[in-house]
């Protein structure tokens, strides 16, 4: 690790913490040349696979997207950020699990789509809507019988 200030290449450890989010460790760092203190983060790699689109596009895993869509199928529904955020997160871990360099768009989709079901019927309505681009009012009506007849079971 360099010295940000000289660019000394060896410097000693003073104090290491575990961050606030627990995602990280935050350490202290004193400069064995010019010693002035600096600190450093440490955090896991994430492996994530790459997302194959419908089309058949590649991109890279992108956790904002998720969480946008979240969001917006969410909006102005009683439903926490925490509670938005834990269902971003079980996402994301379902694709750092999945066996592969490649994960399909619809496998991401569908999970998404399975977590707001349990959450709130209507933000996954409206996800689904939109993730599944109905194209008539028909179609919408069977996804909302579909939902209603699940919850009288």
Do not use: W
């Amino acid at each position: 690790m360099k010295c940000p200030f000289c660019g000394h290449g060896e410097n000693k450890v003073i104090d290491s913490r575990i961050s606030k989010d627990g995602k990280a460790i935050r350490r202290r760092r004193e400069c064995l040349a010019c010693e002035k203190r600096f600190t450093t983060y440490e955090y896991v790699e994430d492996i994530l696979p790459m997302v194959v689109k419908k089309d058949g596009r590649r991109e890279p895993f992108d956790r904002m997207k998720i969480r946008n869509g979240v969001m917006k199928a969410c909006e102005k529904r009683p439903i926490s950020m925490e509670a938005m955020e834990k269902i971003v997160d079980v996402v994301e871990q379902t694709c750092q699990e999945f066996q592969g360099e490649e994960i399909p768009s619809t496998v991401i989709g569908e999970k998404v789509m399975a977590e707001l079901k349990k959450l709130d019927g209507v933000a996954y309505v409206r996800f689904a809507s939109v993730y599944r681009q109905f194209r008539d009012v028909g179609e919408f009506m069977t996804e909302l019988k579909d939902l209603l007849n699940k919850e009288k079971k």
